[in-house]
Nanobody, 127 residues
Framework: QVQLVESGGGLVQAGGSLRLSCASSGLTFSSYSMGWFRQAPGKDREFVAAISWSAGSTYYADSMKGRFTISRDNAKNTVYLQMNSLKPEDTAVYYC????????????????????WGQGTQVTVSS
């Protein structure tokens, strides 16, 4: 049974930082590309960042470039999202997701392409 478990969310002031983690089990982690998505209240879930199985390719939504960094540790079966310079508009539930390995941006940025999802972790940024 595949499980993705996010952690690291919480309440932070604007300008602060958080590091989200997503621990996986039940799949061959190094064979999967991973993504982070988020859903703010009243909005659709949106792409945040993605990383290929070897970490050779990373992609970010435009609003996150330069502030967020996605990384992975295949030895620990974990993907991370370092979030810096947080803004109130970053408030959302953040989800990690897994899909079979690919390096193509169009596939990595499309949430419909992901098979497995975590339960989400709340990030709240106060002004």
């Amino acid at each position: 049974q595949v499980q993705l478990v996010e952690s690291g969310g919480g309440l932070v002031q604007a300008g602060g930082s958080l590091r989200l983690s997503c621990a996986s089990s039940g799949l061959t982690f190094s064979s999967y590309s991973m993504g982070w998505f988020r859903q703010a209240p009243g909005k659709d879930r949106e792409f945040v960042a993605a990383i290929s199985w070897s970490a050779g390719s990373t992609y970010y939504a435009d609003s996150m470039k330069g502030r967020f960094t996605i990384s992975r540790d295949n030895a620990k079966n974990t993907v991370y999202l370092q979030m810096n310079s947080l803004k109130p508009e970053d408030t959302a539930v953040y989800y990690c997701a897994a899909r079979t390995a690919t390096i193509f941006r169009t596939l990595l940025t499309d949430q419909k392409q992901y098979r497995y999802w975590g339960q989400g972790t709340q990030v709240t940024v106060s002004s």
